[in-house]
Nanobody, 125 residues
Framework: VQLQASGGGSVQAGGSLRVSCAASGRTFRTYTMGWFRQAPAKEREFVAVIRWSGGTTYYSDSVKGRFTISRDGAKNTVYLQMNSLKPEDTAVYYC???????????????????WGQGTQVTVSS
C-alpha cells in the first residue's frame, strides 16, 4: 500500500486549503483512512478519518465544523478540506490507512498500518 499526500501550502488565518491522499496497492473497502498532524516538538495527533465503506466520518474537536473529510472511490483518494484555518493548525499533515480500526480507537496513531510522507500546512496570523 502506498499513500501519496499532496496539497499543503501556506495561507493566512481564515483562509482555506485542501490536502489530498491518493492510495494505491489494494482495495480499500474495509479500511479507515484519514489525517493526523504533527507540529514541531509535539506528538502526532488525530485530525479526521473516514470509513471507506459507508463513509462514516470522525473529527477531532479542534477541527469540527471547519474541516471536512471526503473520499472519491473512483480515484482511491481521500480529501481534507480545511476552512477558517488558524495558526494553531500549522503542522505536517500525514495521511494514514488502517485495516481494522474500531470506532473507539479511530483517534489512536498505532491503529493505522500505512502512512504517507506528510505535507506541510502553514497558517500565518
Amino acid at each position: 500500500v502506498q499513500l501519496q499526500a499532496s496539497g499543503g501550502g501556506s495561507v493566512q488565518a481564515g483562509g482555506s486549503l485542501r490536502v489530498s491522499c491518493a492510495a494505491s496497492g489494494r482495495t480499500f473497502r474495509t479500511y479507515t483512512m484519514g489525517w493526523f498532524r504533527q507540529a514541531p516538538a509535539k506528538e502526532r495527533e488525530f485530525v479526521a478519518v473516514i470509513r471507506w465503506s459507508g463513509g462514516t466520518t470522525y473529527y477531532s474537536d479542534s477541527v469540527k465544523g471547519r474541516f471536512t473529510i471526503s473520499r472519491d472511490g473512483a480515484k482511491n483518494t481521500v480529501y481534507l478540506q480545511m476552512n477558517s484555518l488558524k495558526p494553531e493548525d500549522t503542522a505536517v499533515y500525514y495521511c494514514a490507512a488502517g485495516r481494522s480500526v474500531i470506532a473507539s480507537e479511530v483517534r489512536t496513531v498505532r491503529q493505522y498500518d500505512y502512512w504517507g510522507q506528510g505535507t506541510q500546512v502553514t497558517v500565518s496570523s
